[in-house]
């Protein structure tokens, strides 16, 4: 065997022994944070008699909602207990998207009431704690959420 094979086969062996360990426990992490804002998400609803119609994981959020009462949960990793909002006073709901030249910084959801007055603003995308490759994905949940909560809000709007 000649000193490049060998010098290769040892290279690989050590980032072998490194870099697979490193991404299991990575994958791992990610994996039990989920579980646990999944779990501190679902006794929330459970503690408010809230049946949680739809859920989605967003890489360290999740959204969920509550179609009969009319309530949003959202919490984040940096938030152990989920913020509990009413959709009730709600008027309308839409996106924002901050841009600082051609990056973005932020895409928010934002809830305001009827006097205009932003009541809520959920984070789906914040440039420093999220993956920039994922912007339009969360670009696409924000925009479908509004959808969802301003078409509820027309359906209440018509009954009453």
């Not at 969920?64 to 949960?73: I, Y």
């Not at 339009?136 to 009954?159: P, Q, T, V």
């Amino acid at each position: 065997m000649n000193t490049f094979t060998e010098n290769s086969l040892i290279v690989a062996s050590m980032l072998l022994t490194i870099i697979v360990p490193s991404v299991a426990l990575v994958y791992l992490e990610r994996r039990k944070r989920r579980k646990a804002l999944l779990a501190a998400l679902e006794n929330t609803a459970s503690r408010n008699g809230l049946d949680l119609s739809r859920v989605n994981y967003l890489d360290g959020k999740i959204i969920a909602w509550d179609q009969r009462k009319k309530m949003l949960l959202f919490t984040y990793i940096m938030n152990d207990r989920p913020t509990m909002i009413d959709l009730n006073p709600i008027s309308r709901c839409y996106v924002v998207r901050k841009e600082n030249g051609k990056d973005t910084t932020s895409i928010l959801l934002q809830i305001e009431d009827a006097n205009k007055l932003v009541r809520h603003s959920i984070p789906f995308y914040e440039q420093f704690t999220d993956s920039e490759g994922n912007v339009e994905k969360f670009d696409g949940y924000s925009r479908e959420w509004a959808r969802l909560i301003n078409n509820n809000l027309k359906a209440l709007e018509i009954a009453n």
